[in-house]
């Protein structure tokens, strides 16, 4: 499943420096890109040097609820979350278009915990902050969350407010 973060949007609202902002929609919906001529695709690879494993704190469930895939999409853009089994154990990888990703599996026998295995740069760092950060503000769904478009094309994803907790959403994966 390749996640967007334009999940639903309900930009509307333009302010006289010409930028663009709003709140997501509660009722979700799905992104269409506008129709152009495709970029070919060029497979980039990251250094994987750097790899690390450990116990993920994040439960199952909360990678299958869309409004966490959706957060992370803006942490790591180019995000694709898939799902499967292996060996016996249900997993859930994510992976990035520069070739870096991380996988958790779940055991049952450890009372449903996970291991994770990152394979580049730190990824899974960002995994475990952004879901942290989810968890602490009560599993905002994205309709509590916006988008302000600025003049130079900026993106800025935000939290309650365009004065909240926000972050810089590159547009180009």
Known sequence: ?????????DIASRSGDDVLSGRFTKDGGSFMAA???A???RPVRADLGERSEGVSGIPM???DDPHL?????ARLPGLSLQYGMEEGRPMRRL???DGRWGEVTYHREEGGRGSYQDHGQGF???VEQ????WVAHGKPAWDRFGLTVAPDCEHTLWYESPDGDSWRVPTRP
């Not at 499943?1 to 949007?9: C, T």
């Not at 952004?130 to 950060?133: A, D």
């Open 1 to 9: 499943m390749a996640v967007s973060l334009w999940a639903s949007g």
């Open 95 to 97: 992976v990035l278009p």
């Open 124 to 126: 899974w760092e960002t």
């Open 39 to 41: 970029e070919p695709v």
């Open 61 to 63: 469930e909360d990678f």
């Open 69 to 73: 895939a959706f957060l992370l999409s």
């Open 35 to 37: 129709r152009h001529e």
């Open 130 to 133: 952004t879901w942290s950060w």
